[in-house]
Each structure stands twice: as structure tokens, then as C-alpha cells.
């Protein structure tokens, strides 16, 4: 793989369901990021990691959880869906948190909570 | 609050120039960037400002002024492929990137 991968592309999720979106990158990037676009809205950080084995809050972390066990890999859990998280899901990672802080994103996961 | 202003929407026409305006205010400021996004898919990095000026890279250029809280993004012989989401991102005193809600650029034949 290059760049960064996304799973699934597309999931329709019942209300309640528990569900974890994949992001893997093969950069070695220090600092990763999750994202929601909806639209109308500019991209919202849910939460990010500034290396591997910490995370921290972003702008709307509600309703989401996430680790970073690894380097690579930056899973995103929805504990209980809701509704209002039905939106495309954007996975990001960079060289390293600080400034000239170009990221790089995966291909998204639509996600619909019915 | 931390905010970034863009227009919704523009048209050009293909070979023209067209000018895609940002304004913004953050807590702190270590940069601004721009990316283009097309319909469907992620985000590209197009260009990085941190000082005031016009950075040229091909077609595209990006402008900053850091006093007004002001950048454009100028795109010259418009192609239609060009046809996109232009995202404008502020980069705040914590590093974290505060988006616009996007400028989508409709080119014409």
C-alpha cells in the first residue's frame, strides 16, 4: 500500500451499532488526525494523535473514541451511533504535529446511521 | 472564536483567471494552507503561507497577508479539471487546522 487506506469505503449502520472505521498509512508519519466533513461545514477534527501511543480531543470528540497502538495504524470506534454521525469520515496523517503541517489524507468512509 | 470565511461558490470560465478569497481569525497563527478537494474525494495539499507575500508554484499561486488575516489563492489558465472545492485552512497556536467550509469553483466552457 502507499499513502493511506481507509476501511470500509461506505457503511449503513442501524442506530445503537457499535462500529470502528480503519485508517492505516505507511508513511511512518508521527501525527495522525480524523476527520468529518459534512456538508456546508469545513472539515471538524474529532480527535488526533501526536505520535503513537497518545491521543488527544479535537473539535467535536463526542460520541468517538480512538488509540494508537502503533505508528501506522489510527482505528475510530462509534461506541452507540446516532443519527447525527452520518457523515463522510476522513482519515489524515502528517510527518509530525508541529508547523508547515502538510497533511495527507485517505480516500474517506461514507458512513449513514439510519 | 476561531473562524474562516470563503465564498460558497464561484464560476469562471476555462483559461481565465479566477481569485478565491479567505479571511481568517485564530487564536494564534502558525500558517496558512489551501487545499483542493474534487467532488468525492480526500483532500490535496496545494500550497503553504506563513509569511506575507505571493508564493507561485505553475498555475497556481497563493498570497498572505498576516496583518488583515487574509490570503487568496489565484488560479491562471483555468483548465476544467480545475473544477473543484478549494478548502482554506488556518494553522492555530496549538497546530491544529481550522477549515473554511470550502469555495466550490465551477469552470465553463
Known amino acids: 500500500i502507499a499513502g493511506i487506506t481507509q476501511a470500509p469505503t461506505s457503511q449503513i449502520l442501524a442506530a445503537g451499532r457499535r462500529m470502528t472505521l480503519r485508517c492505516t498509512q505507511d508513511m511512518r508519519h508521527n501525527a495522525m488526525y480524523w476527520y468529518r466533513q459534512d456538508l456546508g461545514l469545513g472539515l471538524r477534527l474529532i480527535h488526533y494523535?501526536?505520535?503513537?501511543?497518545?491521543?488527544g480531543k479535537g473539535e467535536v470528540p463526542d460520541g468517538y473514541s480512538v488509540s494508537r497502538a502503533n505508528t501506522d495504524d489510527f482505528p475510530l470506534t462509534l461506541a452507540s451511533a446516532v443519527p447525527s454521525q452520518t457523515s463522510v469520515y476522513f482519515c489524515?496523517?502528517?510527518?509530525?504535529?508541529?508547523?508547515?503541517?502538510?497533511?495527507?489524507f485517505g480516500p474517506g468512509t461514507r458512513l449513514t446511521v439510519l | 472564536g476561531q473562524n474562516i470565511d470563503q465564498p460558497t461558490e464561484m464560476t469562471a470560465t476555462e483559461g481565465a483567471i479566477v481569485q478565491i478569497n479567505c479571511t481568517y481569525q485564530?487564536?494564534?497563527?502558525?500558517?496558512l494552507f489551501w487545499y483542493q478537494q474534487h467532488a468525492g474525494e480526500a483532500p490535496t495539499f496545494l500550497s503553504y503561507?506563513?509569511l506575507d507575500g505571493l508564493e507561485e508554484k505553475g498555475r497556481f499561486s497563493s498570497f498572505l497577508s498576516r496583518s488583515k488575516g487574509y490570503s487568496y489563492l489565484l488560479l491562471k489558465e483555468l483548465q476544467m479539471k480545475d473544477s473543484a472545492s478549494y478548502l482554506c485552512?488556518?494553522?492555530?497556536?496549538?497546530?491544529?487546522?481550522?477549515w473554511g467550509a470550502g469555495t466550490k469553483l465551477i469552470i465553463k466552457p
Open positions: 503561507n506563513v
Open positions: 489524515a496523517s502528517s510527518e509530525d504535529s508541529g508547523s508547515r503541517n502538510e497533511q495527507f
Open positions: 485564530t487564536s494564534g497563527f502558525n500558517g
Open positions: 494523535s501526536n505520535t503513537a501511543g497518545t491521543t
Open positions: 485552512a488556518a494553522l492555530d497556536s496549538n497546530y491544529q487546522l481550522i
